[in-house]
């Protein structure tokens, strides 16, 4: 009997463009959903006869208490090489195999960039109100060349963050709980003592940290008081990294001049959470990794994972 393969939250509708699903036809019936199943009881009766699902990154959650209600389910394939919305230990228990797939790194970079260009010189005010014919220029920009850069996580996203802001002629200052000397000097950019000099130094923070224990809420009221009013947050890691009520409220107050966010404590976020009407926020909803070549790799990749699990070998396995 044929698998039948479940293929979540497909927004652009592009999975079955994006790779060739032909080649699982003879074992593998495959389904594809495009709106987000936001409600469990509905998640579990949508896919509940599958035997097989592929999720994009952490856009639908595999706790326990989900896995424990798909009894049919043998493969859980992710895009990327982690996913911190599944439960390995409940999958592997429940002897749900669960494999991910390659990426790329330069494309979260690239609107970390986006959003740092969009707020230092209002690009999204001013071109609203130059298509609604409303006043010629209402902003004067923030400077770039010749401020201060300060990166919260120097892995490969923030490395490369970096070096973008050194081409631009930016004083670069970074810090982690685990950055080092040696790895802040081998990537060109100064370490900070501590992230109350680095937030109180930088007229752009931006965050690239994995969300864990340690990292869930680095960021809140007392932290966000250490920047300055015209210095800006953005953070294209994890929403939960940022104290969210926090950030509100700095914002709103202005104790810091705006924030370019691609990541939230939930998402898609709602209709009416003040993100999307607060005139200093430049948001995205979680673009980050959304580009062609990556979702060539995600979706190709996840096919080879299918088709090994089918053929007996699972490959890229995580639990």
Known sequence: MKLRCAVLDDYQDVALRTANWSSLADAVD????HEHIDDEDALVETIGKHEVVVIMRERTPFPRSVLARLPRLRL????????????MAAAAEQGVVVCGTGGLVPPTAELTWALILGLARSVPAENAALRAGGPWQQTVGTDIAGGTLGVIGLGRIGRRVAKVGQAFGMDVVAWSQNLTAEAAAEAGVRLAAGKEELLEAADFVTIHLVLSDRTRGLLGAPELDRMRPTSFLVNTSRGPIVDEDALVDALRSGRIAGAGLDVFDVEPLRADHPFRSLPTVLATPHLGYVTRKTYDIFFREAVEDIAAFVAGSPVRTLN
């Open 30 to 33: 495959v389904d594809v959903f």
């Open 76 to 87: 859980l394939v992710t895009t990327g090489m982690g996913n911190a919305s599944v439960d």
